[in-house]
């Protein structure tokens, strides 16, 4: 999944290694998103987001739910100057 929106200014995502703060960057006030959502259970997809001219990649696990909260989410990597948008599905080979 790539979240190619501008985030808000309420999370770093390079302050943290699970998902808190790529939640925090999803909300519009300063309450974080509470979580992800999937379209099935037990599902391991990949999240690209963007802040700061970098790309954060994360490996997202939910469990026997929809729901994939911040500890379901594990910061993978940061590409430097990356742009928005600018990634794609055959940048990657996994």
Not at 36 to 59: I, K, W
Not at 66 to 86: D, H, R, Y
């Amino acid at each position: 999944m790539e979240i190619t929106t501008t985030l808000s200014g309420f999370g770093n995502l390079g302050a943290a290694l699970d998902g808190s703060e790529l939640l925090k960057a999803l909300s519009s006030t300063n309450t974080a998103a509470t979580q992800l959502t999937s379209t099935g259970t037990n599902d391991d997809f990949y999240v690209v987001a963007y802040q700061s001219g970098n790309a954060y990649l994360y490996l997202a696990s939910n469990g026997n739910n929809t729901a994939v909260i911040a500890s379901e989410i594990t910061l993978v990597g940061v590409m430097q100057g990356v742009a928005a948008a600018s990634l794609s599905a055959g940048d990657f080979t996994v």
